[in-house]
Nanobody, 126 residues
Framework: QVQLVESGGGLVQAGASLRLSCAVSGRTFNMYALGWFRQAPGKEREFVAAIRWSVSDTYYADSVKGRFTISRDNAKNTVYLQMNSLKPEDTAVYYC???????????????????WGQGTQVTVSS
């Protein structure tokens, strides 16, 4: 079992920054990657960013590339999503998810089936 707890969401104005955290606990020894996803009202869940758990590879959706940075602190078992230059269209509930195995997608939520956090709301006002 893996437990994921997100934090750091909030209400900000356009152009501001936020840093989301995802605290990971449990059986992480064979975890392949940790990803961030988001879901806006009335829209499907979409991939935002991901980081491999044992190497430094990172992946980003085109919509956030250059503005968001994913990083991890293995000593703290925490993954961060630094979000800069926020836009109103970034408004969504943000979730972290644990992926096990190379079958997971770094463009959709395919393969990210088993472990998800409860989500944290990010609201960006114009």
């Amino acid at each position: 079992q893996v437990q994921l707890v997100e934090s750091g969401g909030g209400l900000v104005q356009a152009g501001a920054s936020l840093r989301l955290s995802c605290a990971v606990s449990g059986r992480t020894f064979n975890m392949y990657a940790l990803g961030w996803f988001r879901q806006a009202p009335g829209k499907e869940r979409e991939f935002v960013a991901a980081i491999r758990w044992s190497v430094s590879d990172t992946y980003y959706a085109d919509s956030v590339k250059g503005r968001f940075t994913i990083s991890r602190d293995n000593a703290k078992n925490t993954v961060y999503l630094q979000m800069n230059s926020l836009k109103p269209e970034d408004t969504a509930v943000y979730y972290c998810a644990a992926g096990f195995g190379p079958q997971i997608s770094f463009y959709t939520d395919y393969g990210w089936d088993d472990y998800w956090g409860q989500g944290t709301q990010v609201t960006v006002s114009s």
